[in-house]
């Protein structure tokens, strides 16, 4: 690579990245404004049925995560080799499956919500408040799935910027319409999920401008009769039988191979969702009101580390992907030397930070009895510290993806989060009083199992190659 090259891919790397981390922006700014809001408008139980609730938002995104992140990986690889007629296909397999299922969750939200907050929730007193806040968010399900499909694919299609401003859109509407719905509409912590909802709408509208421009390489297939072969179009696609150069890959084949994709990030957000509701049922039932609240901050911190790791994961996979595609060893490798890097200065900030000003924190949130904020402090220091290692795990587990090592990539997708289930339930038992160390106990064992199973396995990261 020459030094010129080198330059452009430094500065291609940074858009990337930087615009990634301004779409991750969704997340945490949906999440922490929206608890800090409530915490303070409403008070201490209210972000704690925020927390509550999440499993649901969780689920929604795991689904997300097999539909549009596993066709984002795909759909990089296929521009990688300027087949944007394929490219356009899978596209518009992801974004069909995405609406269809928030709209299945739009169903479930008129029916079901009592159920569903039942199983979120045993304690009397936070029941209500959960329901009040779950109904506007599963009913705006929809707006949630195709916000965060349509952030990868235009993200991959080369218009990351245009991404990043609608996410900042988004969360000013929402920041906007959270003060406006709970205090001068008096909607109570319903207004909260109400106002996320209203955000995601303005922001889906400013990337659909996207395909508005001649330069999008993406479209949604319009005849349904038969894709293009050549790699110089873009365009429409058979929904049963899109002929390519590989022989007939139909929309079921094409469905698999978006879901194998996204399988291991999607299983590692499935533990996520097992683990939120293990955590919050077991902290609730062995620590009672105090805990739950000093957990749900600690929640609240992580979407900050899950920031910057959300940004990594989402540069690594769309900028990473269209190496594989092109087949570049170098680039990909630069790609990942570089994330690393990045990571490993955010996280260490960010763990410096809370450790200085967790009673700051604490009270950010609206805790105002000492109990509570006591609680949040202990709770806030051990957790900054137990992230670290979950942020380098989720990372190492993308790229072993990437490499095309998919029982590693499998296996850590899965004991991610599950191995955290059984030591707090062990810790919870045997010792309470230290529950909160339950996080760093777990990722340190399944840290060492990666290691001790890369061994074993004489795994080499040595990147394949898709030529096409």
Same mark, same amino acid.
């Not at 269809?100 to 029916?111: D, E, I, R």
């Not at 304690?123 to 109904?135: I, N, P």
């Given at each position: 690579?020459?030094? @010129?090259?080198?330059?452009?891919?430094?500065?291609?790397?940074? &858009?990337?990245?930087?615009?990634?981390?301004?779409?991750?922006?969704?997340?945490?700014?949906?999440?922490?404004?929206?608890?800090?809001?409530?915490?303070?408008? $409403?008070?201490?139980?209210?972000?704690?049925?925020?927390?509550?609730?999440?499993?649901?938002?969780?689920?929604?995104?795991?689904?997300?995560?097999?539909?549009?992140?596993?066709?984002?990986?795909?759909?990089?690889?296929?521009?990688?080799?300027?087949?944007?007629?394929?490219?356009?296909?899978?596209?518009? /397999?992801?974004?069909?499956?995405?609406?269809?299922?928030?709209?299945?969750?739009?169903?479930?939200?008129?029916?079901?919500?009592?159920?569903?907050?039942?199983?979120?929730?045993?304690?009397?007193?936070?029941?209500?408040?959960?329901?009040?806040?779950?109904?506007?968010?599963?009913? %705006?399900?929809?707006?949630?799935?195709?916000?965060?499909?349509?952030?990868?694919?235009?993200? &991959?299609?080369?218009?990351?910027?245009?991404?990043?401003?609608?996410?900042?859109?988004?969360?000013?509407?929402?920041?906007?319409?959270?003060?406006?719905?709970?205090?001068?509409?008096?909607? !109570?912590?319903? !207004?909260?999920?109400?106002?996320?909802?209203?955000?995601? $709408?303005?922001? $889906?509208? $400013?990337?659909?401008?996207?395909?508005?421009?001649? %330069?999008?390489?993406?479209?949604?297939?319009?005849?349904?009769?038969?894709?293009?072969?050549?790699?110089?179009?873009?365009?429409?696609?058979?929904?049963?039988?899109?002929?390519?150069?590989? !022989?007939?890959?139909?929309?079921?084949?094409?469905?698999?191979?978006?879901?194998?994709?996204? @399988?291991?990030?999607?299983?590692?957000?499935?533990?996520?969702?097992?683990?939120?509701?293990?955590?919050?049922?077991?902290?609730?039932?062995?620590?009672?009101?105090?805990?739950?609240?000093?957990?749900?901050?600690?929640?609240?911190? /992580?979407?900050?580390?899950? /920031?910057?790791?959300?940004?990594?994961?989402?540069?690594?996979?769309?900028?990473?992907?269209?190496?594989?595609?092109?087949?570049?060893?170098?680039?990909?490798?630069?790609?990942?030397?570089?994330?690393?890097?990045?990571?490993?200065?955010?996280?260490?900030?960010?763990?410096?930070?809370?450790?200085?000003?967790?009673?700051?924190?604490?009270?950010?949130?609206?805790?105002?009895?000492?109990?509570?904020?006591?609680?949040?402090?202990?709770?806030?220091?051990?957790?900054?510290?137990?992230?670290?290692?979950?942020?380098?795990?989720?990372?190492?587990? &993308?790229?072993?993806?990437?490499?095309?090592?998919?029982?590693?990539?499998?296996?850590?997708?899965?004991?991610?989060?599950?191995?955290?289930?059984?030591?707090?339930? &062990?810790?919870?038992?045997?010792?309470?009083?230290?529950?909160?160390?339950?996080? /760093?106990?777990?990722?340190?064992?399944?840290?060492?199992?990666?290691?001790?199973?890369?061994?074993?396995?004489?795994?080499?990261?040595?990147?394949? %190659?898709?030529?096409?």
């Amino acid at each position: 690579m020459t030094e @010129a090259e080198k330059k452009g891919f430094d500065k291609e790397f940074w &858009v990337f990245l930087w615009s990634s981390i301004l779409i991750a922006l969704s997340a945490c700014l949906g999440n922490v404004v929206d608890s800090i809001i409530v915490g303070n408008l $409403i008070g201490e139980d209210g972000v704690s049925a925020i927390n509550l609730s999440k499993p649901v938002t969780q689920f929604m995104f795991t689904v997300s995560m097999l539909l549009s992140t596993g066709a984002g990986m795909l759909v990089g690889m296929e521009l990688g080799k300027k087949d944007y007629s394929r490219a356009s296909y899978i596209f518009t /397999l992801s974004t069909i499956g995405c609406l269809a299922f928030g709209l299945l969750q739009t169903v479930a939200g008129v029916f079901f919500t009592d159920d569903i907050t039942g199983w979120l929730c045993s304690h009397e007193e936070l029941y209500v408040a959960t329901r009040d806040y779950l109904f506007p968010l599963m009913i %705006g399900a929809p707006t949630y799935m195709m916000s965060w499909a349509l952030g990868t694919m235009v993200g &991959v299609d080369g218009s990351p910027r245009l991404v990043s401003i609608a996410i900042l859109i988004d969360n000013a509407v929402n920041l906007g319409c959270d003060i406006i719905f709970i205090q001068w509409f008096g909607w !109570g912590i319903e !207004g909260s999920s109400t106002a996320t909802v209203v955000g995601h $709408i303005v922001g $889906i509208a $400013i990337m659909c401008w996207h395909f508005r421009y001649p %330069g999008h390489r993406l479209g949604i297939v319009g005849d349904f009769k038969s894709p293009s072969t050549d790699k110089g179009e873009r365009g429409v696609g058979d929904l049963k039988s899109p002929s390519t150069d590989k !022989g007939e890959r139909g929309a079921w084949t094409t469905l698999k191979s978006m879901v194998s994709q996204g @399988a291991p990030l999607a299983l590692a957000s499935i533990s996520l969702t097992a683990l939120l509701f293990c955590a919050n049922s077991i902290v609730l039932n062995t620590m009672g009101r105090v805990g739950i609240f000093a957990f749900s901050v600690c929640m609240n911190i /992580l979407y900050i580390y899950n /920031l910057f790791l959300s940004g990594t994961c989402r540069t690594v996979q769309s900028l990473g992907a269209i190496q594989v595609g092109k087949g570049d060893n170098e680039k990909f490798r630069l790609v990942i030397s570089k994330s690393f890097r990045f990571i490993t200065l955010a996280m260490l900030i960010t763990c410096v930070f809370i450790w200085i000003a967790p009673e700051t924190i604490t009270r950010f949130f609206g805790a105002q009895d000492d109990d509570l904020i006591a609680e949040g402090v202990r709770a806030l220091r051990i957790f900054a510290l137990s992230f670290i290692p979950f942020c380098y795990i989720y990372t190492i587990m &993308v790229v072993y993806k990437l490499y095309g090592h998919h029982r590693m990539a499998l296996f850590i997708s899965l004991a991610l989060s599950l191995t955290v289930i059984p030591v707090l339930w &062990v810790m919870s038992h045997v010792a309470p009083g230290y529950l909160w160390y339950s996080y /760093l106990i777990a990722y340190a064992i399944e840290a060492a199992a990666i290691v001790l199973l890369h061994k074993m396995t004489h795994v080499r990261f040595e990147l394949k %190659g898709n030529k096409g």
